[in-house]
């Protein structure tokens, strides 16, 4: 079931510029115990999700489309040397949750995420 305030028809999810500006979002790494929690804001736009946070005191975004019920996601803007791609599904009520790989020089670092929705 999408959250309060969404749309659904027959394609769907679908969503009209809705915003989450307090959610939080917890990163899992792979191979370490425990995930990493953090605030960030969640914007969706017809099918297209947006994620805004602060890592290391430097923001940081993804942008993806939905397909078949996943958002397929990139880092934003696109950096010389660093790959950023994850998934997250559709939301089910307030959370949605994913896969994520990013890639920098020899360094690779894979795992899963969660977002709670927040207003």
């Known amino acids: 079931m999408p959250p309060a305030g969404y749309d659904q028809d027959s394609y769907g ?3 009209a510029n809705m915003r989450y500006p307090n959610s939080l979002m917890t990163t899992y790494f792979n191979g370490c115990a425990g995930g990493q929690s953090e605030p960030c804001v969640v914007i969706f736009r017809d099918e297209e ?3 805004e946070y602060t890592r290391k005191g430097q923001p940081s975004t ?3 489309h939905l397909k078949d019920g996943i958002y397929s996601l990139r880092y934003w803007p696109e950096a010389d ?13 307030n959370l949605m949750d994913g896969d994520w790989c990013e890639q920098e020089g020899g360094s ?11 207003r």
Not at 108 to 118: Q, S
Request: contains cysteine.
């Open 81 to 93: 040397g660093f790959v950023g791609e994850a998934t997250l599904c559709a939301p089910e009520g």
């Open 49 to 51: 999700v947006v994620i």
């Open 13 to 15: 999810f679908e969503a």
């Open 62 to 64: 993804y942008r993806g």
């Open 108 to 118: 690779k670092d894979v795992g899963t995420w969660e977002i709670e929705l927040r």
